[in-house]
């Protein structure tokens, strides 16, 4: 069977990981979040103390430290553990500090070349549903299928908090969309790999729809794809 490969990206709390896991987990395909990834680095550098206005050493981290998603090694609502040198950083990448310095990191041209690097190789035999801000445009030019989820500000900021509720992290709905806003205004105005639809993406306003809704609408798009491809080779 052909294993296509499934670019989705949107701006901060668009459902995209939502989605995207859902889907993966129906075509029995990878699934990457790559948003992780740049969280990961962020993490690292606050760990170390390194300044996040230093590019240069910034860029040195995300070139040398090793992130690994693998299957959850824990049940407690996680969709998968992220390892940072071997350390356990999957509750901690979604701190508030790491949610204020990851747009900064992630505009960096060194930090994002690291990352599109290993993003390329683990999706170079298909049969993978890739999701962050720039995997249409730039990470995988070439995939057979770019959706691109949007929806209005009110809307995602209302979603991210309910998931900060239910895991009991303590913040306002107004710094919830101040982060939003912060974040998608530095990631769609940055030079290297802006957040954009891809000319080829099909664009999705999901903001009145629930998530079964989604899901049977990509999931159609997506089959269809497939079955093109199967024709095609
Ligand atoms: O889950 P949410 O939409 O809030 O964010 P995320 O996907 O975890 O991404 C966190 C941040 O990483 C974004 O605000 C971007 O600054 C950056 N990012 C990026 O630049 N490129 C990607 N492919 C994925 C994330």
Redesign the pocket.
């Known amino acids: 069977m052909t294993r296509i490969k499934i670019a989705i990206d949107g701006p ?3 459902g ?2 939502t989605i995207g896991c859902i889907l993966a987990e129906k075509l029995g395909y990878l699934y990457l ?4 990834m ?2 990961a680095v962020t993490w690292a550098a606050l760990d170390r103390g390194v300044p996040i206005e230093d590019e240069e050493a910034v860029t040195r981290l995300a070139e040398t430290v090793t992130i690994e998603v693998i299957p959850a090694t824990v049940e407690d609502g996680r969709q998968y553990s992220i390892l940072a040198n071997g350390r356990d950083i999957t509750w901690e990448i979604r701190s508030p500090d790491v949610n204020r310095y ?2 900064p990191v ?1 505009a960096y041209q060194g930090v994002r070349r690291a990352m599109t690097q290993q993003q390329r190789r683990i999706a170079r035999d298909g049969g993978v549903v890739m999701v ?4 249409g445009t730039v990470v995988l030019p070439d995939a057979e299928v770019k959706l691109y989820l949007d929806a209005s500000l009110e809307e995602r900021s209302q979603r991210r908090y309910l998931e900060y509720q239910q895991r009991g992290q303590c913040v306002t709905i107004d710094e919830v969309r101040e982060n939003v806003m912060l ?1 998608d205004r ?2 769609s105005t940055r030079d290297t790999a802006p957040l954009r639809p891809a000319e080829d993406a099909i664009v999705i306003d999901t903001t009145s729809m629930s998530i079964t809704e989604v899901v049977e609408r990509t999931e159609a798009i997506v089959r269809a794809a497939i079955a093109a491809a199967e024709k095609r080779d």
């Open positions: 901060a709390a668009s995209k990981s979040d790559t948003g992780v740049y969280r990851v747009s992630s962050g801000r720039d995997i974040r530095i990631d």
